[in-house]
């Protein structure tokens, strides 16, 4: 029924939900047929729990299944037709889990322009290096306070000064 792909881009949870969309779309599971409960389904494909129990939630808020208490899970009579493959793309790629997985990627050919950081070879090391001593020199809690709301006063008159000429 399931093959569990660590090494997919696609998260856990929505393997375990394409795969029983799928036996469902095919016909392969009927309506009022009954899913292996969640423990049953963890032990038999190696998985967590917590991932059945998302993947089976899921299914239930598609209208994929229909959830019994102290009975199971059933497949629902009249399953809702499957998301386009649009609204698909865009709801894998606002899985939070996804993104900050995909922020940690190495790669020199990666720009991660939204991450706060920007790649080393762009940054002048020895400058900063140097500029980070001259701070660390300096009396203060400027490096371990939180400092001034409206920001570094020097950087904001600089600022100030190169907007108004």
Known sequence: MFQPDPRSAM?????????????IDAGLLRPGARLPSIRR???EFGVSRFSVVEAYDRL?????????????????ARPQPAAPQGLAALERSAD??????????????????????????????SGLARQLRALARQPGEHLTGYGHPQGYPPLRQQLARRLEG
């Open 11 to 23: 998260p856990l949870v929505q393997q375990i939900v394409a795969a029983v969309q799928m036996r």
């Open 60 to 76: 239930v808020a598609q209208g994929y299944l229909q959830s019994r208490r102290g009975a199971g899970f059933y497949v629902a």
């Open 41 to 43: 389904f963890a032990a």
């Open 96 to 125: 939070v889990t996804a993104q900050i997985r995909r922020m940690f990627v190495t790669g020199d050919e990666l720009l991660k322009a939204g991450c706060g950081w920007l790649p080393g070879d762009w940054l002048d090391q």
